[in-house]
């Protein structure tokens, strides 16, 4: 009887113990990180789950002991391993917690910026300096993503620009270029396939595409959002009048990147495909990426009797339905204020 009763309790103080010992390894593993702001962990391809903590250790971000992390992983943490990636860890989040992050490939959505009145080559500029893009643009894939374009649907295209989106995309690290670029022509195409049936009668747009040149030039001349709608209806009104448009952006974009900042007169006279105090109606293609507001405001312009406008220096302008008044408004603004 003596005997198993000593049994009994030698059983019972052996699971007592390996209770305590599940119980410290479970609340060790709960322990917050050592960071203080959120940090970025990147996981490479093969790393097993000991290899990664040993990672976040000599990184600093956590002092659990190298035996209760292996007893963890080896009894309680999930089967599967870490996934690669570049993971974000918050101050507060336990190491379990992060585990959990790597083993479900929650991995970190960084987010790139294109911005509606920039050129395709400085959006490139834009993607190229980014750490966590892969930039893989070249003339191979740019070639590829015109020929992707929908044309039979919305107009032919012979170049890049004008055919992304503007807006935020996000991203995990290390993805390709070409692959955000895709992206943004798709939500583009997506745009116009909801919005282009919907547009105002008697526009004078052969395509979407058209759409696409007439709002790229409503951005660069828009200074305060709101008077995107009338600027467009200004174009429309000279489009449907046979008049040129006459606007500056066109000339600066033929010029290339030999524009100094500097538009002359010998400027407005120069022949390019774009100077459109040269050419009439639309030039050959956009002439910057365009972001939703102006691809409404080309598809519904404002209805108004301005033929005109010149900058009055705020961001705004001044609108003239007749030369006279315009050319005494381009004194008033435009001139007077440099005498």
Do not use: C
């Not at 305590?20 to 479970?26: D, G, L, T």
């Amino acid at each position: 009887m003596r005997l198993l009763v000593s049994v009994f309790f030698i059983v019972l103080l052996a699971v007592g113990a390996l209770l305590s010992a599940v119980y410290y390894v479970h609340s060790e593993i709960k322990q917050p990180l050592s960071i203080t702001s959120p940090s970025l962990v990147t996981i490479t391809s093969g790393q097993a789950g000991m290899q990664v903590v040993n990672m976040l250790a000599e990184e600093g971000m956590t002092d659990v002991h190298p035996l209760v992390t292996k007893v963890w992983l080896k009894f309680f943490a999930p089967e599967r391993g870490p996934k690669a990636g570049t993971y974000q860890l918050t101050p507060g989040m336990s190491l379990q917690q992060a585990y959990q992050h790597f083993v479900q490939g929650d991995e970190f959505q960084f987010d790139v910026s294109l911005i509606e009145g920039l050129t395709f080559r400085q959006w490139l500029e834009i993607l190229r300096s980014n750490e966590y893009i892969d930039f893989d643009v070249d003339n191979t894939q740019i070639s590829k993503i015109v020929s992707a374009w929908p044309a039979s649907e919305f107009g032919e295209a012979t170049s890049p620009e004008g055919l992304f989106l503007a807006d935020t995309y996000h991203f995990t690290a290390n993805t390709s270029a070409s692959v955000i670029l895709n992206r943004a022509m798709q939500a583009m195409a997506d745009y116009l396939r909801s919005n282009w049936p919907s547009r105002a009668v008697d526009l004078p747009l052969s395509s979407a595409y058209e759409a696409l040149i007439l709002a790229s030039i409503i951005e660069k001349e828009t200074g305060v959002a709101y008077e995107r709608p009338k600027i467009a209806g200004v174009f429309v009104n000279r489009l449907n009048k046979n008049m040129r448009l006459q606007t500056d952006p066109t000339v600066i974009y033929g010029i290339g990147e030999g524009f100094d900042g500097n538009i002359t007169r010998a400027h407005l006279k120069q022949k390019t495909p774009y100077n459109t105090y040269v050419i009439n109606g639309l030039p050959p293609t956009p002439i910057a990426m365009a972001g939703k507001p102006a691809i409404d405001a080309a598809l519904q312009p404002l209805p108004t009797d301005a033929l005109y406008f010149v900058s009055r220096g705020d961001g705004t302008h001044q609108f003239s339905t007749n030369l006279e008044d315009h050319n005494s408004a381009v004194y008033q603004y435009q001139i007077k204020k440099q005498d």
